[in-house]
């Protein structure tokens, strides 16, 4: 059996191979998610067990009789996490099934394990599993639940300063306001912003903060991030993949490391684990091409984005601005688009999927 250590490990390992190894496909992404996720189940299932009678829970009638979706992984390693104390009910940021436990609040389980559990929520919070807060905001203390998310699409040619990002960046430095397309990723990550959100939590707060972590971004988060295939949102969100951003200076950086978490499964890697997965970023002086890149883009502010396993380059791919802080588009904008509406690379709808808060 795998610890949350190693399946977030694979799952962002994953990530990395399919979007930038054409062998590595994003259905061999999932299909490694889905079997480490199988078999952290069981071992939650198994750790649970015996904790959980103390609180009145039957695990496996629950989980065989109730889940068997990949997201049902995931709860029951936390689930079984929270049971046995190795997580504090405060890491359980919104809960994905209420056969297991409320977020932020007390479950109520039916007689029948055929019903379905209620949750009763505790004050200023809301949710069908009480799994955040009854205001998602910027400067909200917890996370928004997962349940106030709308998965939405957009024309990829349409897209503006106007929207469907966030354009509340004006405190970032130049080289990271305005939209970024992550280059050649297929149909995984499309166009990202730095700009404030709704997401709370200390996600995406539209300022840089000094610190051993400045910023952190919740990838499946609200109007932040994008995908150009919807199906390639289920690996981020599963898991509730967010990236911790370490950068050399916060208010000029040119350089530093992204360390990947995981709200549903408790743990972030760090400075600790760099030997085993690295993500890191690096400024490319304006004007100037790596040569690494499938295109130069001399026009855009241009971040070099390099993985690492075990010391050793895994994939590549720029960071490239598409519109600036001013909300001009720049010429890298029509390649992204053009790579939009390609079949062989994208679905070639020309939509890309993102998250937003209703």
């Not at 949750?119 to 998602?136: N, R």
């Given at each position: 059996?795998?610890?949350?250590?190693?399946?977030?490990?694979?799952?962002?390992?994953?990530?990395?191979?399919s979007?930038?190894?054409?062998?590595?496909?994003?259905?061999?992404?999932?299909?490694q998610?889905?079997?480490?996720?199988?078999?952290?189940?069981?071992?939650?299932?198994?750790?649970?067990?015996?904790?959980?009678?103390?609180?009145?829970?039957?695990?496996?009638?629950?989980?065989?009789?109730?889940?068997?979706?990949?997201?049902?992984?995931?709860?029951?390693?936390?689930?079984?996490?929270?049971?046995?104390?190795?997580?504090?009910?405060?890491?359980?940021?919104?809960?994905?099934?209420?056969?297991?436990?409320?977020?932020?609040?007390?479950?109520?389980?039916?007689?029948?394990?055929?019903?379905?559990?209620?949750?009763?929520?505790?004050?200023?919070?809301?949710?069908?599993?009480?799994?955040?807060?009854?205001?998602?905001?910027?400067?909200?203390?917890?996370?928004?639940?997962?349940s106030?998310?709308?998965?939405?699409?957009?024309?990829?040619?349409?897209?503006?300063?106007?929207?469907?990002?966030?354009n509340?960046?004006?405190?970032?430095?130049?080289?990271?306001?305005?939209?970024?397309?992550?280059?050649?990723?297929?149909?995984?990550?499309?166009?990202?912003?730095?700009?404030?959100?709704?997401?709370?939590?200390?996600?995406?707060?539209?300022?840089?903060?000094?610190?051993?972590?400045?910023?952190?971004?919740?990838?499946?988060?609200?109007?932040?991030?994008?995908?150009?295939?919807?199906?390639?949102?289920?690996?981020?969100?599963?898991?509730?993949?967010?990236y911790?951003?370490?950068?050399?200076?916060?208010?000029?950086?040119?350089?530093?490391?992204?360390?990947?978490?995981?709200?549903?499964?408790?743990?972030?890697?760090?400075?600790?684990?760099?030997?085993?997965?690295?993500?890191?970023?690096?400024?490319?002086?304006?004007?100037?091409?790596?040569?690494?890149?499938?295109?130069?883009?001399?026009?855009?502010?241009?971040?070099?984005?390099?993985?690492?396993?075990?010391?050793?380059?895994?994939?590549?791919?720029?960071?490239?601005?598409?519109?600036?802080?001013?909300?001009?588009?720049?010429?890298?904008f029509?390649?992204?688009v053009?790579?939009?509406?390609?079949?062989?690379?994208?679905?070639?709808?020309?939509?890309?999927?993102?998250?937003?808060?209703?």
């Amino acid at each position: 059996t795998r610890s949350p250590f190693v399946m977030l490990s694979l799952a962002v390992t994953a990530l990395a191979f399919s979007s930038t190894h054409k062998e590595f496909t994003m259905d061999d992404a999932l299909k490694q998610a889905q079997d480490q996720l199988a078999e952290l189940k069981q071992e939650a299932l198994a750790k649970a067990e015996s904790a959980a009678v103390s609180k009145g829970i039957n695990v496996e009638d629950y989980a065989e009789a109730e889940l068997g979706s990949v997201a049902a992984g995931v709860v029951a390693g936390v689930a079984a996490g929270v049971a046995a104390g190795r997580f504090s009910d405060s890491t359980v940021t919104y809960a994905r099934d209420c056969f297991f436990m409320c977020g932020y609040g007390e479950i109520e389980f039916p007689s029948n394990i055929f019903d379905s559990s209620t949750c009763k929520c505790d004050v200023g919070f809301s949710g069908p599993c009480c799994d955040g807060p009854e205001v998602c905001s910027q400067d909200a203390a917890v996370m928004c639940g997962g349940s106030r998310y709308e998965t939405k699409s957009f024309r990829c040619e349409d897209v503006s300063i106007e929207g469907p990002f966030s354009n509340e960046w004006s405190n970032f430095p130049k080289t990271l306001q305005g939209i970024f397309w992550l280059t050649n990723q297929g149909r995984s990550s499309a166009l990202l912003s730095f700009g404030a959100s709704r997401d709370g939590g200390g996600l995406s707060t539209g300022t840089m903060v000094d610190g051993e972590v400045n910023y952190e971004i919740r990838v499946t988060g609200d109007r932040v991030w994008s995908f150009m295939a919807r199906t390639h949102m289920l690996l981020p969100s599963t898991i509730d993949l967010v990236y911790k951003f370490r950068l050399d200076n916060a208010t000029n950086p040119t350089r530093g490391t992204i360390d990947p978490s995981s709200a549903a499964l408790g743990i972030s890697l760090g400075p600790s684990t760099e030997a085993i997965l690295r993500f890191d970023v690096e400024l490319v002086p304006f004007g100037e091409c790596t040569g690494r890149g499938a295109e130069c883009y001399p026009d855009s502010v241009t971040w070099a984005r390099d993985s690492f396993v075990f010391g050793n380059s895994v994939g590549y791919y720029e960071l490239v601005q598409v519109i600036d802080g001013e909300g001009n588009k720049l010429p890298a904008f029509q390649a992204f688009v053009d790579y939009c509406n390609d079949a062989e690379q994208t679905d070639g709808d020309g939509m890309i999927w993102y998250n937003e808060i209703v």
